[in-house]
């Protein structure tokens, strides 16, 4: 037969495994809001800062990171969207396409 020290004990346990539990599955369940920081850690400090000669994994990743692109696809949309471009015209079927900056 248990004490009541014992189903106190016990009782305490489920108690806080039952908040652990509900404060884990309410984390999990938060949206992320659009914009903010993002912080990344790298092992070692990139060797060099030229696109061009990123070899090695700690300068691929600040190459990825820095590197801007002129016009983006929007991941949920599928649509094409201005980056650091303004606009632009495609021309001659798809063959030429002019950017203006946004500059």
Known sequence: MKTSGEVAA????????????V???SACNRSMP????????IKSDPKTLNPLLA???SSDIVRYLTGGVL????????????????NWTIDE????IIVRSSS
């Not at 016990?10 to 539990?21: D, E, H, I, K």
């Open 93 to 96: 079927g798809g063959r030429r």
């Open 34 to 41: 659009n914009g903010g920081e993002l912080h990344i850690t």
């Open 23 to 25: 404060l884990l599955f």
């Open 71 to 86: 016009i983006r696809v929007n991941r949920k949309t599928q649509e094409n969207e201005a980056e650091l471009a303004s």
């Open 55 to 57: 070899e090695d994994d």
């Open 10 to 21: 016990n009782a305490y346990r489920a108690s806080v495994g039952l908040l652990l539990t």
